[in-house]
């Protein structure tokens, strides 16, 4: 048979059978009914390829949502989920807290100098080798070695810093429960190291006090000539060596020719390499070193952050994102095969409907045309008829409805069918309205996106949705700077004429000291450094707030989702109150440790307002020698009290100063201006009333005129009373100082400019709402279809089993009971197997019979085939639900849940069920840490003994008279020591406290509630890192401050460092100073760590009395107290004896004391042989005591609500009612299919038997 042939054949074969197509076929033979099943048919047909038109059409083109989570993915799978879902993957990490140094690898390079020879011990010395009386006192060579001693000492802090800093953060943990993309932890690793470089960056700034701004270029001068033989590029002089070192580069010391010159003036030589042009560095040669300072010589920091490593201390355990998508075609065949079962129900039922409508309207149109009588009749008819009519044919066809019609003429069989319908209908109007009532109850989670939001619309969105609002930033790292502005007002004396150096310079003409003449104290001696010091307060705290706000706003506000406004105010005003104080503390804490440093060591000032240098003449041999004695400097108080400046620095000095030898008498006309024992002393006791008053000026004026120095009245322009200010005219400077010299602070914090900084592409929200009309009705039909072919299976079964058991009951009842028990047991016994077996049997061969697809044929062949069709239909049937079934089973089973106002109780409960997905969001997002830490600390005991006592620091004071002791007696000078030592301990209270204040002021911004386990982690680490920073920042500016000092050389009242040399008969002008060498012959000249033991020396030939276990004299106050121990003060015995050592060997001084040694205890911190600065550096911190309130903290959390997802209670009716609508699709299509299927293979099976030739005998 040719193709053609086959075509037509099979064309009009399916033509044939879709003419006669009949799906609602009753077998009736009426060929009016017959036609009317027929154009139900094909009206039925064409409404449900409409309905899967537009049900496929809408599946692909909307967008489909679902959440996905996947428990403990590799890397490799989290990096494939992220390319294709950043905006809502979430991973939460296994650890919460992960120290840096697991997945960072630091390494710092540094500027070459700090490792050459020119900072080695060899050079130094080398270079101090001069003949001080040879030279003038701007030659190179006087200052040159306290230049490389400070170099030297700069690179040692700016190492140690950055090691330092490099360890701190390598501890410091990284906590964040969520895990970050490889993008966000290289920015936010690397800011974190700019933080850490910003804030480790030394400021020597507050030791400029002695500024002068005499600059001129060095240069080697000869005795005998005034021009300079040589000039050395890159080194400039200046007052001070500090800043001759910061003005200067290392430009000639990377030129051989220039160091050949610099060598060529000493005697001695020395082989030292040059600094290596050919070195890749990013300072030129000009550099100057103040610069490489302030960049901490650091040439770069090689960092590398390794993400596989981070990722597995992470080791997140889920992951969940939420995957939108359409045109997923195995999505959309589930809903239409969902969704078609019930279409196709509904339609059966209305299909017929309209068809009969359209008949029946047709019927009366052609009736009205055919039988006008009869219409009249109709007419003539009542309205309360009709109804009646029509309600008793409704009435009717209600009663007489049979769904289950098999066209049987048995009555029995007739009314179990419309038993049936009626069981069928009450069931399925039940289970409609059951579904109704339980999804008007019920919310459903809808994510909603939104492209390219305005700041009203996230800000609408925040109103409407605050927690489940997530916008990704397209810029994860904001500049403060783009989002903050200060601005800082002074007090107007920093922007008036007074702090010029037009107005002061004019009072240096005068060229007098302070002591004017020998009898009285002229005031006019100090303007210019009161001036100056002014300014220098100004400049200082201008530099100091334009540093602290340039490192602010360089630093980076990093989230990688846009925060809501308040967040974000919350967070800016955290920060920058934070940086307020710390500002402030730092400010006052350098200049306190700076003061404190200078009093101590007390070293020689122009002012000689604490200790006089004179010279004695003495006689010896003949011969006539002068030697210079320093003597302290003291005022007698109302109660006959001796006040020593350089004991107490706030001695008032208002009537006269005396030493020794004379007494002083102080005039000082000018109002609100106090003499203290230091010109910075005498600024801070002093207040600026004077410069609002024109009558002050008019007495300056009257002051300055012997002097012939003019000071107009025109060009004075007083201070302003009438401006608004936060202080008095009679304030005291040193609480304006206290305040940074500041007015007000002028922040502007900018939402918008965040906003369009971070410019978020989408923002996605997630929300519950209640169930819509077309979501119940698009429900109710995909479960129409299924729960409509089991109740069409159901309900004719049920009728069947209750008329059988009223069957069975009524046959019981009749049988008469005559026999015996016996006989009746055991027949009883037979019937009950029999039953079982007849049922066994009955089951059996209704299964064989059972015929889903009977249409009453009676042709063997058919009823075959339909039987055929019937088995595959079942088991496919049964494949698919059972794929449907675990398919369903393995979804997610869970739903959100929200708990009101929770008690901690609840949120314990909470987190012990659900701990994976409980969420309780804060109401206060940022809270302070006093509200739930408490830090107290115990100090050393020395701290608390009597040897910081004002009657220790008397008896060893003594008479002041120093000078008659060795430099390493602890007479006299021994009260300078402890006298630091109380300092030092007040020093390391008051640090302890400002940070524990400023610690405890700062906020810990946490947006959800965290469980105790991870609040204690993060809060311990907190702590720890707190702890760690104050005593590491503490122990650093000492350390900065004291080499600062070591390196300017600065002479020592009390003869530590440096004595006056003077020969016999010399003729010199000049009187040279020689550093001290201790018996090792350390210089204090070359290095500031030299000591000799300390103790009791006979005052003839300075020989040991009692050497002081333990305590060592260094080339400072401060270098001796810090070198020594306590070891002498825990031992009573050594104690005594230096007691009567000193009682014995002191001069006209004999009273005695009572001291007892301080008690060791064996849990110290603490040894007795631990040097001061080893104590120092820790603050004198015996133990920290931390008390930490969770229940605190979650009080001020105060969650609102907590949500977190459940096992669904009605998890089996969801799986059961996703089977109904997919099973009622499925038995549509299968119904369908099959058979078709069956028929064909039958065909095609019978064709291919005719064609088989069969072989003739």
């Not at 710092?108 to 001080?132: A, L, M, R």
């Not at 100091?544 to 990688?560: G, M, P, Q, Y």
């Not at 969001?921 to 600390?937: A, G, L, V, W």
Request: glycine share 2%.
């Amino acid at each position: 048979m040719s193709v053609r042939l086959i075509l037509r054949s099979s064309t009009e074969f399916v033509r044939d059978r879709a003419r006669r197509w009949n799906l609602f076929n009753t077998r009736s033979s009426d060929p009016l009914i017959i036609r009317q099943e027929i154009l139900s048919t094909r009206l039925y047909i064409i409404l449900v390829m409409i309905s899967l038109i537009i049900l496929t059409t809408y599946t692909t083109i909307s967008n489909q949502i679902e959440n996905k989570a996947v428990t403990f993915p590799s890397q490799s799978l989290y990096e494939k989920l992220q390319k294709k879902y950043s905006d809502s993957l979430e991973c939460s990490c296994t650890k919460v807290s992960i120290p840096h140094g697991k997945f960072v690898r630091i390494i710092p390079k540094f500027h070459q100098v700090c490792s050459t020879d020119f900072v080695s011990q060899k050079w130094i010395d080398f270079i101090f080798k001069v003949d001080v009386e040879l030279i003038m006192p701007i030659d190179v060579r006087t200052s040159m070695s306290a230049m490389w001693q400070l170099i030297r000492s700069f690179c040692q802090s700016a190492i140690n810093t950055t090691i330092d800093t490099l360890d701190e953060f390598e501890n410091s943990p990284w906590v964040n429960p969520i895990l970050v993309t490889e993008k966000i932890l290289d920015v936010e690793v690397q800011m974190t190291l700019n933080l850490l470089h910003d804030d480790s960056c030394p400021s020597p700034g507050n030791l400029y006090l002695y500024e002068n701004n005499m600059k001129k270029k060095h240069e080697n001068y000869n005795l005998n000539q005034i021009e300079a033989n040589a000039s050395l590029s890159g080194i400039i002089i200046d007052c001070l060596p500090v800043q001759s070192t910061f003005l200067s580069s290392l430009e000639c010391f990377y030129n051989q020719s220039c160091l050949n010159i610099l060598l060529s003036a000493y005697e001695t030589k020395i082989n030292i390499p040059i600094l290596n042009q050919s070195l890749t560095s990013r300072f030129s040669l000009k550099t100057t070193i103040e610069s490489l300072v302030r960049e901490l010589f650091i040439e770069e920091i090689f960092n590398k952050t390794i993400y596989s490593e981070y990722y597995s201390e992470c080791l997140p355990y889920i992951c969940t994102y939420v995957y939108f998508h359409r045109f997923n075609w195995i999505s959309v065949m589930t809903v239409i095969i969902a969704i078609f079962g019930g279409i196709t129900a509904v339609l059966s039922i209305i299909a017929p409907l309209i068809v009969q409508l359209v008949l029946f309207i047709k019927k009366r149109f052609f009736s009205k045309e055919s039988a006008p009588e009869q219409v009249a009749q109709d007419q003539n008819e009542t309205i309360p008829t009709r109804l009646k009519k029509l309600f008793n044919t409704i009435k009717i066809k209600i009663i007489n409805l049979n769904l289950y019609d098999t066209n049987s003429r048995d009555s029995t069989r007739i009314y179990h069918e419309i038993l049936s319908t009626r069981l069928y209908l009450f069931s399925l109007f039940i289970s409609i309205n059951i579904y109704i009532l339980y999804a008007d109850f019920s919310n459903q989670t809808v994510t909603e996106k939104i492209l390219n939001p305005f700041q009203y619309d996230y800000e609408n969105l925040v109103k409407r949705y605050s927690s489940t609002v997530i916008c990704p930033c397209t810029e994860i790292s904001i500049p403060y700077e783009d989002i903050i502005n200060i601005t800082v007002d002074y007090h107007q004396i920093c922007k008036s004429h007074f702090i010029q150096s037009s107005w002061y310079d004019r009072f240096s003409l005068a060229n007098i000291g302070l002591w004017s003449s020998y009898s009285n104290i002229d005031s006019v001696s100090i303007a210019v450094s009161y001036f100056r010091i002014l300014e220098t307060f100004c400049s200082l705290a201008n530099e100091t707030i334009n540093d602290a706000k340039e490192r602010f706003l360089t630093r980076n506000l990093i989230n990688s989702q846009l925060l809501t406004s308040n967040l974000f105010y919350s967070q800016i005003n955290s920060s920058i109150d934070t940086f307020k104080q710390s500002t402030k503390t730092e400010f006052l804490d350098r200049a306190n440790l700076t003061n404190v440093l200078l009093h101590s060591n007390q070293y020689l000032s122009r002012t000689i307002t604490n200790t006089r240098l004179r010279s004695i003449n003495q006689n010896i041999t003949g011969l006539l020698s002068i030697k210079m004695l320093i003597f302290a400097l003291y005022i007698v108080n109302t109660n006959n009290d001796k006040c020593y400046c350089v004991i107490d620095s706030t001695c008032h000095l208002n009537l006269s100063i005396r030493d020794e030898c004379e007494t002083y008498n102080i005039v000082w006309p000018i109002e609100g201006i106090n003499l203290g024992c230091s010109i910075i002393d005498t600024v801070m006791q002093s207040s600026l009333i004077c410069w609002f008053n024109k009558s002050c000026i008019y007495e300056l004026r009257r002051r300055v005129e012997k002097y012939n120095i003019s000071v107009h009245e025109n060009s004075t322009i007083l201070l302003d009373r009438n401006l608004s200010s936060r202080y008095y005219p009679n304030t005291p400077i040193e609480e304006i100082f206290n305040e940074m010299m500041i007015e007000e602070w002028n922040i502007f914090r900018s939402f918008a400019s965040y906003f369009l900084k971070c410019k978020p592409l989408l923002c996605s929200v997630t929300y519950q709402k209640k169930a819509n009309i077309i979501y119940i009705i698009t429900v109710i039909i995909g479960l129409i279809g299924g729960i409509n072919v089991i109740l069409n299976l159901i309900s004719p079964l049920i009728i069947k089993i209750i008329f059988k058991i009223i069957n069975k009951l009524r046959r019981q009842r009749s049988l008469q009971n005559q026999t015996e028990e016996q006989d009746n047991n055991y027949q009883n016994d037979e019937i009950c197997n029999n039953a079982v077996c007849n049922l066994m049997k009955r089951l059996i061969n209704r299964l064989l019979l059972l015929n889903l697809f009977d249409d009453e044929s009676t042709h063997i062949e058919t009823i075959r085939r339909q039987r055929i069709s019937t088995r595959v239909y079942i088991v496919v049937l049964s494949i698919s639900m059972c794929i449907i079934a675990m398919y369903t089973m393995f979804s997610d089973r869970h739903k959100p849940q929200l708990f009101l106002n929770p008690s901690q109780n609840d949120y314990n409960r909470l987190l012990t069920s659900y701990s994976e997905s409980l969420k309780c969001p804060c109401k206060n997002i940022s809270i302070e840490y006093k509200h739930f830490i408490q830090i107290n600390t115990t100090f050393h005991a020395v701290c608390s003994s009597d040897f910081i006592s004002k009657r220790w620091h008397d008896y060893l004071f003594g008479r002041a008279n120093w000078y008659y002791y060795d430099r390493r007696d602890i007479r006299v000078r021994g009260a300078s020591y402890f006298l630091f030592l109380s300092k030092l301990c007040q020093i390391s209270q008051t640090t302890i406290n400002n940070a524990l204040n400023q610690f405890l002021n700062t906020t810990f911004i946490n947006t959800h509630m965290i469980s105790i386990s991870e609040f204690d982690s993060q809060i311990n680490d907190i702590i720890s890192q707190f702890k760690n920073n104050t005593l590491i920042i503490f122990s650093r500016r000492l350390k900065l401050f004291r080499d600062t000092l070591n390196g300017n050389a600065f002479v020592s009242s009390y003869s530590l460092n440096w004595y006056f040399y003077r020969e016999y008969n010399s003729t010199s002008d000049i009187n040279p100073i020689q550093p001290v060498k201790m018996t090792n012959k350390c210089s204090c000249g070359t290095r500031s760590d030299c000591i000799d033991p300390g103790g009791v020396y006979d005052t003839l030939n300075n020989t040991a009395k009692f050497l002081i276990p333990g305590w060592n004299v260094g080339c400072s106050v401060v270098e001796t107290l810090l070198h020594s121990t306590f070891e002498c003060l825990y031992d009573q015995i050594c104690l005594n004896s230096l007691l009567s050592n000193t009682e014995q060997y002191t001069f006209e001084h004999s009273h005695y004391i009572n001291i007892s040694a301080m008690s060791f205890l064996n849990h110290s911190h603490f040894k007795p042989n631990t040097t001061i600065q080893n104590i120092a550096d820790e603050l004198f911190v015996e133990e920290w005591n931390n008390i930490t309130s969770y229940s605190s903290f979650y009080k001020q959390c105060n969650p609102q609500e907590c949500s977190y997802k459940i096992e669904r209670d009605n998890y089996f009716a969801s799986i059961s009612s996703n089977i109904l609508g997919l099973y009622g699709g499925l038995t549509v299509v299968l119904r369908f299919s099959i058979p078709f299927v069956i028929e064909i293979i039958f065909k095609i099976r019978n064709r291919c038997r005719r064609n088989t030739v069969v072989p003739t005998e």
